[in-house]
């Protein structure tokens, strides 16, 4: 078995235009100063990073990585959660989506797409010249809007959805492939890969491409009273990133999981900052260790009430205080008999082994 590493940080929640938010050296130093270890970056944060220098100079990339670390961080990922957004828009949030872009496609949605790939590609080329080996985004949709079978869906309309989705991102999985990168799509509402069937009808359309991979979190399926720990046991085998980000879901009479439109911290379902919510983290971390995960636990601080730098701050210890050193040993060994195989074939009454 494996120990997880961390705690990490995704700084996407964090960066701003006062320090230390607003430069990656003053944002590396504060997030090393809360307790974490690494950083997950959004690769479209140009002040944190400058992503076309990234995907062509391993120079770069290296002094860049060699400043956190001097300040007390590894670099975990890169995140295109925005531009992978942007491969896949339906024309109903075409204009609510235009200002994830460059200012110069916005207002059109080809020049918005090629783009967005482009970005995409060059996370994935930078992820390389980094020493990394994952790389989570967003699938982007085209049949979200259709999410509730009223009116009734025409006879393979999500069919062609998914036909879409998948045309359009396995050459950023080949990609993926030339780079040895594994894209790790975040399952979440609003993305039509937002649970386990819909990844398995993407990764079908993509023939089980081996970079089409997920990022856990459990915070998106308390909010759809999915089962996040059976979800594990399904899908460990292709989850290769974790976001630590809790999330509570309380029913009442007036709304349930649709929300009535009502903003954050009025929904029935929320999310919360670490160890404030409904998370089972012990369960998570558990199977986590169970299955040999092999990379970080990443806060990602999300929440309806708390302030984000007390939320970062306690994340950071939340999280060392779930991590699983595991076991070299097991803890019967104590008692080991010292047995073989002859000694298995008497105990069986099987007589002499041999």
Known sequence: MKTIKGPALFLAQFVGDEAPFNSWDSITKWAADCGYEGVQVPAGADC???LDLASTSKDYCDEWKGQAAQNGVAVTELSTHLEGQLVAVHPAYDEAFDGFAAPEVRGNPKARQEWAV????????ASRLMGLTDHVSFSGSLAWPYIYPWPQRPAGLVETAFDELAARWRPLLDHAE??????????HPGEDLH???TFEMF????DNHARCNMLFDPSHYVLQCLDYLDHIDIYHERIKMFHVKDAEFRPTGRQGVYGGYQSWVDRAGRFRSLGDGQVDFKGIFAK?????????AVVEWECALKHPEDGAREGAQ???DHIIRVTERAFDDFADGG???AANARMLGLGDAS
């Open 48 to 50: 944190l990073i400058d």
């Open 118 to 125: 482009g970005q995409v590609k060059k996370a994935l080329t």
């Open 178 to 187: 030339d780079e040895g990168i594994n894209v790790c799509y975040e399952i």
């Open 195 to 197: 649970d386990g069937i």
């Open 203 to 206: 990764l079908e359309r993509v």
């Open 288 to 296: 986590m260790a169970a299955y040999d995960f092999t990379g970080w």
């Open 318 to 320: 939340f999280v060392k």
């Open 339 to 341: 047995t073989d195989d």
